[in-house]
Every structure is written in structure tokens, then in C-alpha cells.
């Protein structure tokens, strides 16, 4: 479910019918607080070495994090919509758990194998430390929405509390996200484009690995 909100991006797919077309629409609707990533920002950067993965690293990775801002995205707009006591009220509250799982699982990625296999290949220390400040950054928000998730029960489901839980990681959250897409960009000019693949997939593998349960 999450992967394919992210492809509701910006205009509707082209050739379905009529009336799922309008429940897509409808569907694809919440996009605040979090901004969306609309462009990598590929073809105004200057100076990346023609088909170099660092393009096509971005381009995933903005999916991916476009895939959590739905997510995120879509929890806050039901918020102001389900009642305390309600199993709808248990089902959004399993759904951020759900959200924040992915949301850390990611981090931890990146922390553990994309960020120091960069500098390693690169031999240039620190390369990646700003991605790693913006993650400590976030931590607190975090895992006050962890908390939340996983503590409340439905008698004490409040959308207004849920919602402040949110805007108070929102904005340093929406930053890196958007950000973390210039640097790996930005890799093109140090890292070769088949040693950065290398590193991109054994990074998506293992993230595959960790994530699927039924594996």
C-alpha cells in the first residue's frame, strides 16, 4: 500500500476508467503538512558526469521518500476523522506504527551501510555527516510518534494530539528528506557511477532482506 501511494503523484495514471480515475484522485489527495519531492533537481545540477547512477540513486530515493510523506500525509488527514473508542481509531494507530517502523527502518539503513560505505570508497571522512546530524535531529520527534503509536489505546486516541506529535518532527523530517535527494546528486562528482550502483543495491537489497518478513 505504501509504495503505490507514492506513484499518486501530481495527476492521476493515464488510461483507467472514469470512476477509478476519481477514486485516484480522491485517493491522492492529502499533501500536507509534508511536502512532496517533485524533482530531483537532476537537470539543473551542473557538472554530473552524463548517465551517472547518482540520477537514477536520487530518483529512487525521492520515491521512497515520497512514499513516506504519503503515508504520513494521509495519516494526518484521517486524524481529524476518527473517534475515540473506535476500531477505526485502533487501525489508524497500527497504521502509524506501520509508518514509523518503515520510517526508522530506513534511517537504519542508511546509517549502517549507505552513509559509511560512501566515505569508505570515497576515503573522504565525514562526507555524509550532515545526513547523519539531520537524523539525530529527528530521533526525539520520532520516538514520541513511536510512543504514540504503540502506547495509546482507542479510548485515548485524540486527532489533535496525534496531529501535534507530527508537526513536531515535520519540519526538520521534511528538510533532511528533501535534502538527502542534492546530496547523493552530488556524488556524481566523486564516486564512480558502477561503484555507487554496487552500493545503492546491496543497500536496497539488504533493506529488502531486513523488511520482509516473509523471506
Do not use: W
Not at 480522491?26 to 517533485?38: D, G
Not at 534511517?107 to 576515503?123: A, C, D, K, N
Amino acid at each position: 500500500v505504501l509504495s503505490k501511494l507514492a506513484l499518486c503523484h501530481h495527476g492521476e495514471p493515464p488510461f483507467v476508467p472514469v470512476l477509478l480515475n476519481r477514486f485516484l484522485t480522491n485517493f491522492c489527495r492529502p499533501e500536507t503538512p509534508f511536502k512532496l519531492i517533485s524533482t530531483t533537481g537532476a537537470l539543473s545540477t551542473p557538472n554530473i558526469p552524463p548517465n551517472h547512477h547518482c540520477v537514477a540513486n536520487a530518483r529512487f530515493m525521492a520515491q521512497t521518500h515520497n512514499t513516506i510523506f504519503r503515508a504520513l500525509n494521509s495519516i494526518y488527514a484521517h486524524s481529524y476523522h476518527v473517534r475515540t473508542s473506535t476500531d477505526s481509531a485502533t487501525h489508524l494507530l497500527s497504521y502509524c506504527s506501520i509508518t514509523y517502523d518503515f520510517m526508522h527502518h530506513h534511517q537504519l539503513i542508511e546509517e549502517s551501510h549507505y552513509f559509511p560505505e560512501i566515505e569508505r570508497v570515497t576515503g573522504i571522512k565525514e562526507l555524509m555527516s550532515e545526513n547523519l546530524f539531520q537524523h539525530k535531529a529527528m530521533e526525539k520527534g520520532m520516538e514520541a510518534f513511536r510512543r504514540y503509536a504503540e502506547t495509546t489505546r482507542k479510548e485515548d486516541f485524540d486527532g489533535a494530539n496525534l496531529r501535534a506529535v507530527i508537526d513536531e518532527f515535520q519540519a526538520p523530517y521534511e528538510k533532511h528528506q528533501h535534502e538527502e535527494i542534492g546530496t547523493i546528486l552530488s556524488l556524481g562528482k566523486v564516486i564512480d557511477s558502477k561503484v555507487l550502483k554496487s552500493i545503492d543495491m546491496k543497500m536496497r537489497e539488504e533493506a529488502e532482506r531486513q523488511s520482509d518478513v516473509f523471506k
